[in-house]
């Protein structure tokens, strides 16, 4: 299995940014892609941002324009760069990889976004 680990949520105020980090270890070789979602309360999860492992993304359309997904493969290791946040983007966001053998999920980073 692949075990996913998140960091750089926070709190920080409109329209300020944000750099979440996943870094994943064990059977890396296996991802077919990586992706970030996020879930607010009382909303169910949504997909944020897909990169796959010839580098192509997509973006959910609310945070087009304003997020952007890359990753280090030396390193292992994918990010979200999040800019002009607004209090809409708080939620709990998850890091994801995708598998023949299935997804292995991170066990989140919360992001607040003030008023």
């Known amino acids: 299995q692949v075990h996913l680990v998140e960091s750089g949520g926070g709190l920080v105020q409109t329209g300020g940014s944000l750099k979440l980090s996943c870094a994943a270890s064990?059977?890396?070789?296996?991802?077919?892609?990586m992706a970030w979602y996020r879930q607010a309360p009382g909303k169910q999860r949504e997909m944020v941002a897909t990169?796959?492992?010839?580098?192509?993304?997509n973006y959910g359309d609310s945070v087009k324009g304003r997020f952007t997904i890359s990753r280090d493969n030396a390193e292992n290791t994918v990010y979200l760069q999040m800019n002009s946040l607004k209090p809409e983007d708080t939620a709990v966001y998850y890091c994801?990889?995708?598998?023949?053998?299935?997804?292995?999920w991170g066990q989140g980073t919360q992001v607040t976004v003030s008023s």
């Open positions: 064990g059977r890396v070789f296996s991802i077919k892609a």
């Open positions: 994801n990889s995708r598998h023949l053998f299935g997804d292995n």
């Open positions: 990169i796959t492992t010839d580098g192509s993304t």
